[in-house]
C-alpha cells in the first residue's frame, strides 16, 4: 500500500475557527473550483507519480505545524526564514509545492475566480484529488480557509512526532489536538533515510540491526539507504504496493515490515493491535477512518477574519 506516511502531529489549536468550513464555500464565488483544481492535479500527476505523495505529505506538514494555512508554502526572504526551509521540511518534495502553483494559477485564470480562492483551500482539494487518482476515496473537502500572515522556521521545531515515539507518547500527542487513537493509526506512508537508518545499522552493541524488524525488509532497507547516502533520500514505507493508495501498510505491520520503531508498535502495542487488525483486514473500514482522520485535520488551526487573507502568489505574502 502507497499509503504516503506522515504520522502527524496536529500541533495547532484543533478547533479554532473550524465552525466557518463547509462543504460547497465556493458555490457562489467560483463554482466550478473543485473541477478545475482536480484538472490541473490531474495533469501534474500524468507528469509524475511524485505528485501523490508530495502533496500528500505537503498538505500534512503546513496542518501540522501552524494549521492548516498554506503557510508552508511560503518562500525565505530577506531576513526571514520559512518554515519550508526548516530541516525538517526540507525534504518536502518540489512537486508538491508545483501542483498547488499550478492549480492556484489555473483557478485564477477564470476572472470570476482570481485572488477568491486561498491556497491552502486549494492544497486541501489537491490532497484529496491525489488520494482519488492513486486509488484512494475521494471525499468532500470542507472549505473556507483563509491563508496564514507567517511563515518562519522556528516554528516547526518541536512539531513532528519522532520516529521512536512510543504509543503512549503518540497518543498524547494527537488527543492534544482533537484525534484519537484511530484517528492516528489511520493516517500513514513515506521517510527518509536519515528518520530510520538507526534500525537498519546501529540499533544497539547487541544488534546491528533492531531484531523486531523482518530482516528480508531489513536488507530491502539497506539496499535502498546504504551508509552515507544523502539523507533526504525518500523511500516508501510500503515495499509491497508502492503506487496504489490502499491497506496493505497496515498488513505489512502484521509481517514485522513497519519502518519507524513508532510504526511497528501499532502492532506490537496490544491497545493498538486490534485496530491495525481491522483496517488490515477491512479495506472499506480503513478509507473510513482515513477520511475521518483528513476530516478533522483539515480543521487544525483555521484562519478566519484579520488572522489570515487570501494570498496572490501562494509563495508570498501579499
Known sequence: MGRFYFLVVLCIFPYL?????????????????????????????????????????????????????????????????????????????????????????????????????????????????????????????????????????????????????????????FASHGLSQTDMIALSGFSHCSKFANRVYNFSQQNQVDPTLDKTYATQLQAMCPKNVDPRIAINMDPITPRTFDNVYYQNLQQGKGLFTSDQVLFTDSRAKPTVNNLAANSPVFQQAFVTAMTKLGRVGVKTGSNGNIRRDCSAFN
Not at 508530495?54 to 518554515?83: K, P, Y
Not at 483563509?146 to 519522532?162: E, F, H, I, R, Y
Open 17 to 173: 475557527a473550524s465552525a466557518q468550513l463547509r462543504q460547497n464555500y465556493y458555490a457562489n464565488i467560483c463554482p466550478n473550483v473543485e473541477n478545475i483544481v482536480r484538472n490541473a492535479v490531474k495533469l501534474k500527476f500524468s507528469q509524475t507519480f511524485v505528485t501523490v505523495p508530495a502533496t500528500l505529505r505537503l498538505f500534512f506538514h503546513d496542518c501540522m505545524v501552524e494549521g492548516c494555512d498554506a503557510s508552508v508554502i511560503i518562500a525565505s526572504s530577506g531576513s526571514n526564514q520559512a518554515e519550508k526551509d526548516n530541516p525538517d521540511n526540507l525534504s518536502l518534495a518540489g512537486d508538491g509545492f508545483d501542483t498547488v502553483i499550478k492549480a492556484k494559477a489555473a483557478v485564477d485564470a477564470i476572472p470570476s475566480c482570481k485572488n477568491k480562492v486561498s491556497c491552502a483551500d486549494i492544497l486541501a482539494m489537491a490532497t484529496r484529488d491525489v488520494v482519488a487518482l492513486a486509488g484512494g476515496p475521494s471525499y468532500a473537502v470542507e472549505l473556507g480557509r483563509l491563508d496564514g500572515l507567517s511563515s518562519t522556521a522556528a516554528s516547526v521545531n518541536g512539531k513532528l512526532p519522532q520516529p521512536t515515539n512510543n504509543l503512549n507518547q503518540l497518543n498524547t500527542l
